[in-house]
């Protein structure tokens, strides 16, 4: 049976699909339906470029629970400061004892020694705080070496310049040896505020510091304390970004640790609609299956199969999916697997029972007096006049599957390390987005399945008009 | 005197496409124990012709003009109070095409009778009841089969629990719309057997709906054939099949071979029926005529008395 | 002079099993069944319309069904050309016979699968039966067979798909199908009865045509005795299963001997209010086919029904010139 090779073929199967298309087209509902699902499967293509950061991997952007960036349209929320980076570019402040400073990639200061008297220097780099509205947090990162340390003890102290001039010491390091490391000094963290003497509750140190819109310092202070006069110390200082967290971000925001909830959004379009239609279309394909070999060959292979799928049907999915979760995995290629298993089995129901009725039908029987053998009939007329539900059961499916995955991520048993929406309502459950009224993390989730879910609806919707007025009869 | 007169009378279904003019302008009437015969093929308009005259009729059709008279009332007019009270089933009932599958399978053809008759009068249960025993008789069902439910009846029966429901408020006309079509020959010549009886013991009028003209030389006593929502020949049962006038009256008792008599050519009418929404300008059956001249495809032809005994025909060649 | 048999049948029977509940089937020793054809034997010759008449229930569809071998007979033999095709078990051997043995349906909005386009309606026989041996080949037979049925230009109908087209096209493209193997025996199961009356004619019309050209033998299955006296050369009256009479048309219909063909011919309504006849009353409606009467199956109706009737089934005797009735007392 050539199938589409022959120019008649292909013409009826244009023909097919310009008669369905201008039957679709008819329903308005559905071309809502199915305008979103493109939309969604575009944002599905495009996300490795419309997500501007790693769902789970870039923490701190902001602050947590920050607010998106559109807020600051209504005025209470105008002056929200969004997150700055500043890269710092020392420059030299004082340098009494004119010790020697290279800068370039990495600052270098040199102290070569040449008096017992402490010698101080100081670095500073101004930035500008635009913003009324002081930030909650801010945080400095930087790598630090001192070597060829002799005889001496230094002392390198952070502070900032605050509006007035005043310094307010944020973090200081006294050794007499050789050191080093990456410093990271978040300004909420515990250790900073009791070093500085702050209590750690009730205090803000960037409350303290910035103050209102203004031109800001950072301030470097090294104290080199010779012992004697060949004392030498280099300290070097590179890669130094100040991260003042934003209260604002993004398009839809920060979760808790500060990362993109839009990023998030966009990569969970890829995993949702890969597991909705991979999990609809291999469920769809094995109920089809089952169901018209059922009802096709009748009798006692029917009654088994029946029975076998009544008592599949009464085993509860949900808590066998958990079950099953937990021991063998939690890969999202699995639960596409499980979903599957169980949901052909409502299908090859419905598939069996139409395939009961077609069966009786004349031109079953008038293929049969041609010369049909069982084969030919199951693929030439059985299936091509089942597939119309089986589709409009399998755009109904998607939605079962989509929210059947975010239901297991709500409940915490999806896979961590990948970014779906239902791990960003469990996220959201579990970090206290209810308690902090984060809106912007809460919904945007929620709607997004709803309105995938819906669009899927509605085509399925319009499907199901088309696919049974032809199996109607006409008089 | 006649009993029912329809005059001139327009119904349009309207779609969003335009107006479907089902019924177009038709004219006739049927007397005090007369049985007209409506006949047509599927789609010219005789099903909604009765549901005109019943007024049951969807929400999308509409009565444009024209009247229908039954002993000085204009049916058109009055209003849905009226009609459901008086007219509805007291004087003019219905049996549906396909009514006998419209039974409804829970209840017993006994109360499903005397639904009918309580719904209606202001009877008693056991009168009620009492008067179904009696119909029932009348169209020839043993009386203990009251308490039957429809699938445990006969094709044949259950057209005759219908008949005895169309006649439990005692109408004055029955409207009976393709009666027989689902059943056998030999059950189909018992129900025609009772209608004519009851026609006889019960002064009753009849319109029959039917594709079938045979049913109606049989069992009427004038016929009017329609054609795409109009009336294209009337009159007399035995002059129209004896003298047919109209092209489309001829091709089509020529369409229906005989048992009787030699054995004839079948004839046939090419082309198709015309859709309803523009039909073709002039005469409708212009297309499929071989008899069309150029007036035919320009003035609709108006219903005619053609000879002397009330035969009128629809055409341009008289 | 003998003619070519085409067909005969012997002795068929063929009984329908009713679905019980599970417990009541555990219970009952004999399982009821519907006697819908009931050991009927004759014979259809080469080249003749062969009309088998009846009310509904009377077996005559399931015997067209049984002589194509498309429900197999629970007995008895049809043999198609000296072969006994109920006797073939091997499904290669059926399959090639199939060729020569075509069916037309009633109801043309069933018999056309609503999802292939008309050319692969009229195709698949072809196709299946692998007998054309190229594309070309294989569009000009559909073409041709298109043509025949005055569906022309054919491609204006081959692209379409059947809810495009009216009842009374899609009959005569069921028609077509049967027709485009050329085969040498067809069934048709009321072929024109779901279509309207004008349509009638010309649908066959035509096939009556085809029938001539292909001197293809048929078997006319249909409830309107008035058609069948159109249509048919010999007929033969069916009732619960049995074969009452059978003979030539004209002679069946002018003269019946049965009381059952009596009844059935009178009861036909016809299309002239003057014309009178008698008026043949028959009691009651046709018993269940579960529980056939014993004896005569129609003596629970039959006017001149005696005692032999109650006890004794009469058996088809030959009355006249090639007709036969089973009667005990002929008409």
């Not at chain 1, 009802?295 to 292979?301: E, H, L, M, R, S």
């Not at chain 1, 791990?423 to 308690?435: E, I, P, Q, V």
Request: aromatic content about 8%; charged content about 20%; some cysteine.
């Amino acid at each position: 049976m050539s199938f589409l090779t022959s120019k008649e073929n292909r013409k009826l199967f244009l023909r097919k699909i310009k008669n369905f298309w201008l039957d679709f087209r008819r329903n308005r509902i559905g071309l809502v339906g199915l305008t979103t699902i493109l939309i969604y499967v575009i944002v599905a293509f495009a996300s490795p470029w419309m997500a501007p950061y790693h769902p789970i991997r870039d923490t701190r952007l902001a602050q947590g629970y920050a607010m998106p960036e559109w807020v600051t349209i209504l005025p209470q929320n105008a002056d929200l400061p969004r997150t700055q980076i500043e890269r710092i570019y020392w420059t030299v402040s004082e340098n009494p004892q004119l010790i020697d400073i290279q800068f370039g990639e990495q600052v270098i200061v040199n102290y070569l020694g040449g008096q017992i008297k402490p010698a101080h220097v100081w670095l500073i780099y101004n930035f500008n705080y635009p913003h009324d509205v002081p930030p909650k947090t801010f945080q400095t990162t930087f790598s630090w070496s001192t070597d060829l340390v002799e005889n001496l003890t230094y002392s390198i102290n952070l502070g900032a310049v605050r509006l007035n001039d005043t310094v307010q010491p944020v973090w200081w390091l006294d050794s007499n040896q050789d050191g080093g490391g990456n410093a990271f000094i978040n300004s909420e963290g515990i250790e900073t505020l009791i070093m500085i003497g702050l209590d750690p509750v009730k205090d803000n140190l960037a409350r303290r510091i910035f103050t209102g819109k203004g031109e800001y310092g950072l301030l470097l202070h090294l104290v080199f304390m010779p012992a004697s006069e060949d004392a030498t110390c280099r300290f070097t200082f590179k890669n130094g970004e100040l991260r003042i967290l934003g209260l604002v971000h993004g398009v839809l925001g920060a979760d808790n640790a500060g990362r993109d909830l839009y990023s998030q959004l966009i990569v969970g379009v890829r995993i949702s609609l890969t597991i909705g239609l991979l999990a609809a279309v291999i469920s769809t394909s094995i109920g089809v299956l089952v169901g018209v070999v059922s009802g096709y060959t009748g009798g006692f292979v029917d009654e088994i199969t029946m029975r076998i799928v009544d008592i599949l049907l009464c085993l509860p999915v949900l808590p066998l999916l958990l079950t099953l979760m937990f021991m063998y995995g939690k890969s999202p290629y699995y639960l596409i697997l499980i979903i599957a298993v169980f949901w052909w089995l409502g299908l090859s129901r419905i598939i069996r029972s139409q395939v009961l009725s077609l069966r009786e039908m004349p031109f079953i029987e008038a293929a049969k007096a041609a010369g049909a053998g069982r084969f030919y009939t199951v693929f030439r007329h059985l299936i091509p006049n089942v597939l119309p539900v089986a589709f409009a059961n399998m755009v109904l499916a998607v939605p079962g599957a989509i929210i059947t995955e975010a239901s297991l991520s709500f409940l915490g048993f999806g896979d961590p390390a990948t970014s779906t929406w239902g791990r960003m309502l469990n996220h959201a459950f579990s970090y206290g987005a209810f308690t902090h009224m984060a809106w912007w993390w809460i919904f945007p989730p929620g709607l997004a399945i709803v309105c995938l879910c819906l669009a899927f609806v509605f085509v399925g919707h319009a499907v199901d008009e088309i696919a049974n007025p032809r199996l109607r009869r006409r008089r | 005197m006649a009993l029912l007169n329809v005059e001139n009378l327009k119904m349009y279904y309207e779609t969003l496409r335009g107006y479907v003019k089902a019924v177009d302008d038709i004219t006739f009437d049927v007397g005090k124990k007369e049985a007209l015969g409506l006949a047509g093929e599927s789609g010219c308009g005789k099903t909604s012709t009765a549901l005109a005259i019943l007024r049951l009729l969807p929400w999308n059709a509409k009565i444009i003009g024209g009247s229908i008279t039954l002993d000085g009332t204009d049916l058109v007019k009055i209003s849905n109070k009226e009609l459901r009270q008086k007219i509805r089933w007291k004087k003019i009932s219905m049996i549906f095409q396909g009514a006998m599958n419209a039974l409804h399978p829970i209840f017993n053809i006994g109360q499903q009778i005397t639904e009918g008759i309580l719904a209606h009068e202001d009877v008693s249960k056991k009168e009620a009841l009492e008067r179904t025993s009696k119909l029932l008789e009348l169209v020839g069902i043993e009386a203990e089969k009251i308490n039957r439910y429809p699938h445990e009846l006969s094709g044949g029966m259950k057209q005759r629990v219908v008949t005895a429901m169309a006649l439990a408020c005692n109408p004055s006309l029955v409207i009976a719309d393709e009666p027989t079509t689902a059943l056998d020959v030999i059950v189909q010549a018992q129900v025609l057997k009772v209608m004519k009886e009851l026609q006889q013991k019960l002064d009753l009028s009849w319109i029959l709906i039917t594709h079938d003209l045979s049913l109606i030389a049989e069992t009427c006593h004038k016929s009017a054939i329609m054609y795409a929502g109009k009336i294209v020949e009337y009159g007399g049962v035995v002059t129209i099949f004896k003298a047919p006038l109209h092209p489309y009256t001829k091709k089509l008792i020529s369409a229906f071979p005989s048992i009787v008599g030699s054995k004839t050519e079948l004839a046939s009418i090419s082309g198709f029926p015309p859709d309803l929404l523009n039909p073709p300008q002039g005469c409708r059956f212009h297309p499929r005529c071989d008899y069309a001249k150029e007036i035919c495809k320009t003035k609709d032809p108006p219903l005619k008395e053609e000879t002397s005994n009330d035969h009128y025909v629809a055409c341009h060649l008289y | 002079m003998p003619k070519d048999i085409a067909i005969e049948v012997r002795n068929l029977v063929k009984h329908f099993p009713i679905s019980m509940g599970f417990f009541k089937s555990l219970t009952t020793r004999q399982a009821p069944v519907v006697h819908a054809v009931d050991d009927i034997s004759f014979k259809i010759y080469k080249g003749e319309i062969f009309g088998l008449v009846g009310e509904s229930g009377c077996g005559k569809t399931t015997t067209g069904r049984c002589l194509i071998n498309l429900t197999e007979p629970t007995s008895g033999e049809v043999h198609f050309n000296g072969v006994n095709i109920t006797a073939i078990s091997e499904e290669n051997k059926m399959r090639k016979l199939r060729k020569n043995m075509q069916i037309i349906f009633q109801d043309p909005y069933e018999s056309l699968n609503p999802r292939m386009g008309i050319f692969d309606i009229v195709a698949e026989p072809l196709r299946l039966q692998k007998i054309t041996k190229s594309q070309d080949e294989l569009r000009k037979r559909v073409a041709g067979a298109l043509e025949d049925l005055d569906l022309a230009p054919p491609e204006e109908f081959m692209y379409r798909f059947p809810h495009e087209l009216s009842g009374g096209q899609r009959q005569r493209i069921a028609i077509a199908r049967a027709f485009v193997l050329e085969p040498e025996f067809l069934v048709a199961d009321e072929p024109v009865s779901m279509l309207d009356v004008s349509i009638r004619s010309e649908v066959l019309k035509l096939l009556l045509t085809l029938i001539e050209k292909s001197h293809s033998s048929f078997l006319y299955i249909t409830h309107d005795v008035a058609l069948a006296r159109h249509m048919c050369d010999r007929l033969g009256v069916m009732y619960l299963g049995k074969i009452v009479e059978m003979g030539p048309t004209e002679g069946l219909i002018r003269k019946p001997s049965h009381p059952y063909t009596e009844a059935l011919i009178a009861a036909v309504p016809v299309p002239d209010p003057t014309s009178r006849r008698i008026e043949v009353t028959i009691k009651g409606e046709v018993p269940s086919a579960i529980n056939p009467p014993p004896g005569c199956r129609f003596h629970t109706r039959c006017p001149y029904a005696k005692k032999i009737c109650e006890t004794k089934e009469p058996q088809l005797k030959e009355v006249g010139k090639d007709t036969y009735v089973a009667c005990h007392f002929p008409l």
